[in-house]
């Protein structure tokens, strides 16, 4: 086995242990998200309840709060978008790469 090929399955083993060890770790902890924690500190420093300054576009046109699944889906959605976009960024830096190789006749060495 090459160096490169321990070095990846190194890398995906801590990145293994590093999800996995605090939901074993950590039974019984509540893990929640950003919105909560940033709510909570305003709610401190203004010592009253936290209100919001206005009401989501979706949530004021559906009369009501979006279901979790539709939200999953646009997250779901965005991430795909994004997904598509680095991809097709890194392949046209690896397709000028061949291009550029194929011009010169050799390949490049580092």
């Known amino acids: 086995m090459t160096a490169t090929k321990k070095t990846v399955i190194g890398l995906l083993v801590v990145v293994a242990l590093i999800a996995l060890v605090p939901l074993f770790m950590l039974q019984d902890a509540e893990f929640g998200g950003a919105d909560n924690a940033g709510s909570e500190v305003v709610s401190e420093i203004q010592g009253g309840e936290y209100e919001p300054w206005f009401t989501p576009v979706m ?28 991809a097709f960024v890194m392949g046209r830096f690896v397709e000028r790469k061949k291009q550029e190789e194929g011009k010169t006749g050799k390949k490049k060495t580092k």
């Open 59 to 86: 949530e004021t046109a559906l009369g009501g709060e979006l279901p979790g699944e539709v939200e999953s889906m646009f997250f779901c959605l965005q991430t795909g978008i994004g997904v598509g976009i680095i």
